[in-house]
């Protein structure tokens, strides 16, 4: 083959080459899990977001309400510790990765009450909120359980809620538990393992 034969077949592979370099994870924790799929919530600017506004960025998905006394706080923290890890290691790819923290309180979690939350904790990270319907089954979706807890002697309640954190890929397929308590640099690297 010549020369220009042989360049003429790489531009002509390029394109397929280019495809195939993105295979979906196959030999993800949780390839092929039933978790995740659409919704339609309010950001903490009071916009309507959908599933569909995060195609083609990886997502991480954590639930909780902002009233949380204790577990969502220092998850949160950690979660967004081990994001800022990754970021300063790896800027590009963290750039592809979208934070997100859904309450499931929205009685109390107005979008102006995310607002303020979520800046605690890290400028990339999102707040959605809705109502207690399209709350409770993007829950249901991304199966995190919760309920409403009475406390004696106050008008205050609680919520039990499942608290795990879970790494979406860019077209919303579910990848790998993050582990929420670990160090960041833990964090940190179960990201650059699948984000890229
Ligand atoms: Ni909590």
Not at 82 to 95: D, I, L, M, R
Not at 119 to 143: D, M, S, V
Request: charge should be negative; include cysteine; aromatic fraction near 8%.
């Amino acid at each position: 083959m010549n020369k220009a034969a042989r360049l003429a077949l790489l531009l002509m592979l390029a394109p397929l080459a280019a495809c195939g370099s993105a295979p979906a994870a196959t030999d993800a924790p949780l390839a092929g899990a039933k978790l995740g799929g659409a919704f339609s919530l309010i950001d903490q600017d009071g916009r309507r977001v959908t599933d569909k506004d995060f195609a083609g960025r990886y997502r991480l998905m954590y639930f909780g309400y902002t009233f949380c006394p204790d577990v969502c706080p220092v998850d949160l923290q950690k979660l967004m510790q081990g994001y800022a890890a990754f970021e300063k290691t790896n800027p590009v790819a963290a750039a592809k990765l979208q934070p997100i923290f859904v309450t499931i309180d929205p009685a109390r979690d107005t979008p102006a009450a995310l607002k303020q939350y979520v800046a605690l904790f890290h400028p990339r990270l999102i707040g959605l909120t809705g109502t207690e319907a399209e709350i409770a089954a993007t829950a249901k979706a991304y199966a995190v359980p919760y309920q409403r807890v009475e406390s004696e002697g106050s008008n205050d309640y609680l919520m039990d809620h499942g608290r795990q954190a879970i790494l979406y890929g860019s077209a919303g397929e579910p990848i790998a538990l993050v582990p929420q308590e670990g160090a960041p640099d833990v964090i940190a690297s179960e990201l650059a393992k699948w984000v890229n």
